[in-house]
C-alpha cells in the first residue's frame, strides 16, 4: 500500500550521502527520516533498509561521506551506524526484515515510524496508515506483538509520544502496560538512550507523569518513584516528588528557548546570555551542560527518603545529610545506567553541593571574599552550574515565608553567579608564591602542612589581603610562628 511523496525539500547531508551512496540497490528510508521530512522537523538521523548485506552498504556511505565513521551497531539485528566525522547525522543501516519491506515495517514499534521511501525517491509505502495516525495527532503500536517484542519500547512509547506531540490510543496503553515488568531485562545503555532524550524533551515534566502513569518510572528510576509521598517541612508546598517535577521545570526554563520569566530574570541579572551559552556546552553521553543539569535537578532530593527525620523537640521534619548521601545515590543511578565518568561525577557534584549557597543566605551581607572564595573552591568545576541548580530548587520551594526567603536567596545567588562565571573563565588568580618556592623560603617540607598554608594563602589572596609575593611571604610565616597550622 503507498501514499503519497515527500517534497523536494532541501535535505540533510546524511540523507544526501545515503542516497547517493545506495542509489541502484534494494533500498529503502524508513521510519523517523520519512515522518520527519513531512513533518519538516529537522531530519539528522537517518535509517535505512536494505536487502543484502547491511555492512557492505554502510561502508558505502562511509566511502561516499569521504571521512566518516563506520561500525557494527547491533549483531543481533544485523545493524550498522554511520556518524559523520562532525556527528552532524548519523545513517543507521539494517536488513530487511521478512520476506517483503511490508512484512518489515509491521515488525516495527509504532505506525507513525512503519512509513517507507524507496532510496531514490517515489512513492511512500504506508501499509499500517501511519500518515493517517500521525495527522490525526495518534501514537498506535504497529501491532499486537510490538512491545513483547522488544519491550524497550514501552518507555520509547513516552518519548515519542512527547516529541511527537502524540496521544497512544488505548490498545497502545494497554499493550505497553502488559510489558512494563519485561523492561527489566532490557539493557541499561538503552535504557539510558531513550531516557536521556525524554528528560531533554521542553516537555520532560509531562513525559514523567505519563512514566508514572505507565507504571515505567518504578522499573527504570526507582530512586525518582521514591519520592511521591514523602512530605516535607511547612516551608515546602509540595511532597518531595512534586518538588522534584517543579524544579525539573526551573532548569528546563534555563535551557529552553522561551523568554526567561521575570522571577528567573532577577536571579540572572546581566548574566542571561552567559547562562545560555554555558548550559549549551557539550559535556558528555551526547548531552549538554544543560542537559546535565536536568539530571541534577531530578536527583538533587533522591535521598531524602533515606534520611527523613522528625525532631523530638519541635517536630520539624528534616533530612540531614540529604545532600553527601544524595551525591552518591545519583553516582549510583548512573553507573547503573552504563553512563560516563564525566557526567556521573558532573551530576554528583550538583546534587552535593545544592544546599551549600542556601547557608551563605544566613552570612552577613555581602558576602565576605573569603566566604565567595570557599564556595567557588569547593563547587568547582560545577560552581555556575550548581549556583543555578540552587536558584531552580529555590523558586520551586513555596511554603511558608516563601517570598521572603526567595527574595533572599536570589540577591545571594546574583553576586554568586558573576563570581561563579569570572572563575570558570579564568579560573583562580594564579598564586603569588610557588609551592616549592614557598618550603625553600620557610624550610618546611612538602606535604599536607604546605599545602594547607597554601590554600589560607589563595584564600587571602582572592580577598584582595595580600596582593604581592612579598606579602604572600610575610603572611605565611605569620601562620608558621603562629602554630596556626600544627
Keep these: 500500500m503507498s501514499g503519497g511523496t515527500v517534497d523536494d525539500r532541501e535535505e540533510s547531508a546524511g540523507l544526501q550521502v545515503a542516497r547517493a551512496a545506495l542509489a541502484g540497490r534494494s533500498a529503502w528510508l524508513v521510519g523517523g527520516a520519512v515522518r520527519d521530512r513531512r513533518s519538516d522537523r529537522r531530519v539528522t538521523d537517518v535509517d535505512v533498509v536494505v536487502d543484502g548485506d547491511p555492512a557492505e552498504a554502510a561502508r558505502a556511505v562511509a566511502s561516499a561521506a569521504g571521512s566518516a565513521a563506520c561500525f557494527a551497531l547491533s549483531e543481533e ?84 509520544a512527547i516529541e511527537l ?43 514523567l507523569e505519563m512514566m508514572g502513569e505507565l507504571r515505567v518510572t518504578a522499573v527504570v528510576l526507582p530512586e525518582l518513584e521514591a519520592l511521591r509521598g514523602v512530605e516535607q ?80 523537640s519541635d517536630g520539624r521534619v528534616t533530612f540531614i545529610g540529604h545532600d553527601v ?14 553512563t560516563s565518568e564525566r557526567l556521573c561525577a558532573h551530576v554528583a557534584a550538583l546534587v552535593r553541593h545544592h544546599l551549600r549557597l542556601g547557608f551563605l543566605v544566613h552570612e552577613p551581607q555581602p558576602l565576605a571574599r573569603r566566604s565567595v572564595f570557599a564556595y567557588l573552591r569547593a563547587c568547582s568545576p560545577v560552581e555556575v552550574d550548581v549556583t543555578l541548580l540552587s536558584v531552580a530548587d529555590r523558586l520551586a520551594t513555596r511554603g511558608d515565608r516563601a517570598q521572603e526567603a526567595i527574595e533572599s536567596h536570589l540577591r545571594v545567588a546574583r553576586g554568586l553567579l558573576t563570581d561563579a ?33 597554601l590554600e589560607q594563602l589563595a584564600e587571602a589572596q582572592y580577598a584582595g589581603e595580600i596582593v604581592t609575593r612579598a606579602h604572600a611571604l610575610g603572611y605565611a610565616r605569620k601562620l608558621i610562628e603562629a602554630s596556626s597550622l600544627t
Design 325 to 338: 548521601r544524595g551525591a552518591e545515590l545519583a553516582r549510583a543511578v548512573l553507573v547503573r545506567l552504563r
Design 421 to 453: 562565571l569570572r572563575w570558570r573563565a579564568d579560573g583562580p588568580p594564579p598564586p603569588l608564591v610557588r609551592g616549592d618556592e614557598l618550603a625553600r623560603e620557610l624550610g618546611i617540607a612538602a606535604g599536607p602542612r604546605l599545602g594547607a598554608v
Design 77 to 160: 539485528f544485523g545493524s550498522w551506524r554511520v556518524v559523520a566525522r562532525d556527528r552532524s547525522w548519523q545513517v543507521d543501516v539494517e536488513p530487511r526484515r521478512g520476506a517483503t519491506l511490508e512484512e518489515d515495517l509491521t515488525l516495527r514499534d509504532f505506525t507513525v515510524n512503519a512509513i517507507a521511501e524507496p532510496i531514490a525517491g517515489g512513492s511512500l509505502i504506508d501499509p499500517l496508515g501511519g500518515l493517517a495516525d500521525l495527522e490525526a495527532g495518534r501514537l498506535r503500536m504497529a501491532g499486537p506483538g510490538a512491545f513483547a517484542d522488544d519491550p524497550l519500547r514501552v518507555l520509547r512509547l513516552v518519548r515519542v
Design 165 to 207: 506531540d502524540l496521544e497512544p490510543d488505548a490498545d497502545t496503553l494497554s499493550g505497553a502496560g502488559a510489558e512494563v515488568e519485561a523492561l527489566r531485562g532490557v539493557s541499561p545503555e538503552r535504557v539510558f538512550i531513550e531516557l536521556r532524550r525524554i528528560v531533554a524533551t521542553p516537555q520532560a515534566r509531562r513525559a
Design 233 to 312: 517541612s511547612r516551608f515546602h508546598h509540595r511532597d518531595v516528588h512534586g518538588h522534584t517535577l517543579e524544579v525539573l521545570e526551573r532548569t528546563i526554563e534555563l535551557t529552553g528557548a522561551e523568554p526567561y520569566s521575570p522571577d528567573m530574570q532577577a536571579a540572572l541579572g546581566g548574566h542571561q546570555a552567559e547562562v545560555r551559552a554555558l548550559l549549551a556546552e557539550p559535556l558528555a553521553d551526547e548531552m549538554s551542560r544543560g542537559d546535565a543539569l536536568r539530571w541534577g535537578a531530578l536527583l538533587h532530593d533522591a535521598a531524602k527518603p533515606l534520611t527523613r527525620e522528625i525532631s523530638p
